[in-house]
């Protein structure tokens, strides 16, 4: 197998030119992805197209529907508008001014991460930096504002498809710095982005050594949200800076402070490579740990089967399994979104199938604007068939942690779909919720 140092990407722009979409895909297929590719993010690189994707499977196959816009993701409606655009010929800008209008009904920020969570110091709004539950600031690297490909559901693609003002960015570590420093709650770091580890060695030493040089005691956990394991294990192999890489985490490590890797997995597939697995032994030799998280989707990963082996499969290679999520209510949600119900199912039937150390995961669980809710169980309680819920991470840490219940729905597929159970009138935490909106938005409007 060829040692890669450098990706090759594939785009809106060149993907025509893959030899396996020349070959398998049919004319209708092909214009499709154009169509798709000009309103969500598209892309990918060399070793999925050659290693992850099983092109006899296409168009069913998992890793495929991973990375390839897939003609189902937009309404009929919107699909056409594009089509005649493009079929017109109408120019680059048109095509544009149209993508971004249909975008904007896309849900392209839930659960009000861009009012809510942006930390100010001094009165001055951080871009760059969310700060939204007690103990862990996310960081948005400018530079990690891209992955090494792109996932077709991914929630943060408003931030790929350059839509002014939406782009979350920190250009300088010092800025960082100077939040952590007044912030001695937070215990956690989370370069987050993109993909955290699309930063070069050099890239990531600017933030880094500024939070190990300032010795700042609380700060305990430096984590990297990343998918680069599995759409770039090369990036800790044979790419320039993978030794430079590993150093940083070991200099994290040496100056008593603990790695996670927050690693994105969608199925079993992912980790099945001679180079994927080389590189877990590397970064675990550096005394790092990962830990895994992925959402539930239709078409990628939506049976109890494949969660079992991806869990299984990941604590036989070192990486403990963290999260299970809701898919989210932005983009193709539509394509790739199962029944809260549905998701539950796939949950419990694949937990039973695995061992008690693999049971460390936790979900179903959907990141919403409140919180982080995990839906614990499906009960009768007085007769009344409920969701379990809990927060495991709450706007208010107080929220945490405290059993509340819905009302079973067979079809809600997030948190907004959802009502109270035993004739409430709202969740316990709503009327707080509310007025922390509300406040935000005042704040918001006067600066
Ligand atoms: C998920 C998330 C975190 C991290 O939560 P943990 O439960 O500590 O892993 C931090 N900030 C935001 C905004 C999140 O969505
Ligand atoms: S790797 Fe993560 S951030 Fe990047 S496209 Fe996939 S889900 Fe989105």
């Excluded at 420093?181 to 956690?188: A, G, P, S, W």
Aim: with cysteine; aromatic share 12%; charged share 25%.
């Amino acid at each position: 197998m060829q040692a890669y140092r450098k990706p090759t990407f594939y785009s809106s722009y060149n993907f025509k030119k893959i030899p396996q979409v020349e070959a398998r895909l049919s004319k209708d297929e092909i214009f499709a992805i154009e169509v798709i590719s000009k309103i969500l993010p598209f892309k990918t690189n060399n070793y999925i197209v050659d290693q992850l994707i099983n092109w006899e499977n296409v168009p069913n196959d998992p890793m495929y529907i991973l990375n390839f816009p897939q003609r189902e993701m937009l309404s009929e409606a919107h699909f056409k508008r594009m089509a005649d655009a493009i079929l017109a010929n109408q120019s680059d800008k048109e095509l544009d001014f149209l993508a971004n209008q249909i975008r904007m009904q896309l849900n392209p920020h839930p659960g009000g991460q861009m009012e809510l969570n942006v930390p100010s110091l001094n009165g001055k709004r951080i871009e760059g930096l969310q700060h939204k539950y007690a103990e862990t600031v996310l960081s948005f690297a400018t530079y990690a504002q891209t992955c090494h490909a792109h996932c077709t559901f991914c929630f943060r693609w408003p931030q790929f498809v350059q839509m002014d003002g939406y782009k979350f960015a920190i250009d300088e570590a010092r800025l960082m710095l100077e939040y952590l420093k007044v912030h001695t709650e937070v215990t956690d770091v989370l370069f987050t982005g993109g993909d955290s580890l699309f930063m070069t060695a050099d890239q990531l030493s600017i933030y880094i050594d500024a939070i190990l040089d300032a010795n700042l005691e609380h700060i305990r956990n430096i984590r990297f949200g990343t998918k680069t394991l599995s759409y770039w294990p090369y990036r800790f192999i044979s790419q320039f800076d993978a030794e430079n890489t590993l150093e940083i985490f070991q200099k994290i490590i040496r100056h008593g402070k603990h790695v996670a890797f927050m690693a994105h997995f969608n199925h079993a597939i992912e980790l099945s490579t001679p180079i994927v697995k080389d590189a877990l032994i590397k970064i675990r030799n550096t005394g790092a740990e990962i830990r895994s998280q992925s959402p539930v989707m239709k078409h990628i990963n939506d049976t109890s089967d494949i969660w079992a082996d991806l869990w299984k499969e990941q604590v036989r290679l070192g990486i403990i399994p963290y999260y299970m999520f809701v898919a989210r209510d932005t983009g193709a949600h539509d394509y790739f979104s199962l029944p809260l119900n549905r998701t539950f199912q796939i949950f419990n039937e694949a937990y039973k199938k695995v061992s008690g150390i693999t049971r460390s995961v936790r979900g179903p669980v959907m990141s919403a604007g409140p919180g982080k809710v995990h839906i614990t169980g499906i009960s009768e309680i007085m007769g009344e068939k409920v969701f379990n819920l809990t927060f495991v991470q709450g706007r208010n840490p107080d929220w945490v942690n405290k059993p509340f219940y819905a009302k079973f729905d067979e079809e809600a597929d997030w948190l907004e779909g959802l009502k109270p159970a035993f004739g409430e009138k709202e969740f316990f935490y709503e009327k707080e919720y509310k007025k922390i909106m509300n406040e935000a938005d005042k704040l918001l409007i006067h600066s």
